[in-house]
């Protein structure tokens, strides 16, 4: 079951329940890349402060209350945008939501999937638990 919705300034909303292999795929690659900061665990976007990056956070919540410049994945957490909050790039969130869609601003895609992703940690980077067998 898939349901999009428009979202705010523009972006389209997608959430759904079951976590396609190709989603599961993409937060990797973005998780892993070397200019994506990981965070794991809470972390807050201050009013006031920007963030020229991609961020990727493990077990959130990440609360934005500032700007993020640049792509958003956040495995098995919860995005919340706090009032006057911008994210000037797309949404991915596995395994958690995006509340206060109404109290900031987005202007890229807002991806959510309800179903957890297993991983595992290698370092500071992760690989996905249910994928055996192929090449690293």
Known sequence: AIACTASLAGAQALDQRALPSEVADEVVRVFNAAETQRIDGRYEVEAGRDVRRDLAVLNGPLVI????????????????????????????????AVVGRDRGTVTGSIRTYSAPMGYERQGDRIARRDRRGDDE
């Open 65 to 96: 209350a500032g700007r993020v410049i640049g792509r958003i994945v956040a495995v098995n957490a919860t995005v919340e945008l706090l009032d006057g909050s911008t994210v000037d790039g797309d949404i991915l969130v596995v395994g958690g």
